[in-house]
């Protein structure tokens, strides 16, 4: 099978994506994840009375507890395929990609499996998360804000 044919090969069966939809998709997805989010804070302020801060932690806490058990209930993953990016880039995707890792590598055991691989997805956020908190540190810094 000489490459040109091999193209043809792979255009043929990839699917076909609306772009438009979803790109639409993806914004609702992700502001139905802020609203829920919004809502959670403000049922903690009224339930709890609690603060906005502490309320804000609630919320996270909340949506990545969620998250985790849709993941481990399959449900999340088919909702990725529907959302992409609307509900994978906020919290709940990092929550969804560690407990992935997690259900996948449990069965190598605590250290060499779940220990090893927990943040093989996530890490990379993790490590440019730091890297570009420390940048704008800098940033800030030198700027005198």
Same mark, same amino acid.
């Given at each position: 099978?000489?490459?040109?044919?091999?193209?043809?090969?792979?255009?043929?069966?990839?699917?076909?994506?609306?772009?438009?939809? /979803?790109?639409?998709? /993806?914004?609702?997805?992700?502001?139905?994840?802020?609203?829920?989010?919004?809502?959670?804070?403000?049922?903690?302020?009224?339930?709890?009375?609690?603060?906005?801060?502490?309320?804000?932690?609630?919320?996270?806490?909340?949506?990545?507890?969620?998250?985790?058990?849709?993941?481990?209930?399959?449900?999340?993953?088919?909702?990725?395929?529907?959302?992409?990016?609307?509900?994978?880039?906020?919290?709940?995707?990092?929550?969804?990609?560690?407990?992935?890792?997690?259900?996948?590598?449990?069965?190598?055991?605590?250290?060499?499996?779940?220990?090893?691989?927990?943040?093989?997805?996530?890490? /990379?956020?993790?490590?440019?998360?730091?890297?570009?908190?420390?940048?704008?540190?800098?940033?800030?810094?030198?700027?005198?804000?």
């Amino acid at each position: 099978m000489t490459k040109e044919e091999y193209k043809n090969l792979v255009k043929k069966h990839t699917p076909k994506i609306n772009h438009i939809k /979803s790109i639409f998709l /993806s914004f609702f997805a992700g502001g139905f994840i802020g609203m829920v989010g919004q809502g959670l804070i403000d049922l903690y302020i009224n339930l709890f009375n609690v603060t906005i801060k502490d309320a804000g932690t609630y919320m996270i806490v909340t949506l990545i507890f969620i998250s985790s058990l849709f993941t481990a209930l399959g449900f999340f993953d088919k909702w990725v395929e529907k959302v992409r990016c609307g509900i994978i880039v906020p919290i709940t995707g990092f929550a969804h990609g560690m407990t992935s890792a997690a259900i996948e590598y449990k069965k190598d055991g605590l250290i060499t499996g779940l220990g090893s691989n927990i943040f093989k997805i996530t890490g /990379s956020v993790i490590l440019y998360g730091i890297v570009a908190a420390y940048v704008f540190g800098l940033v800030r810094i030198i700027i005198g804000g």
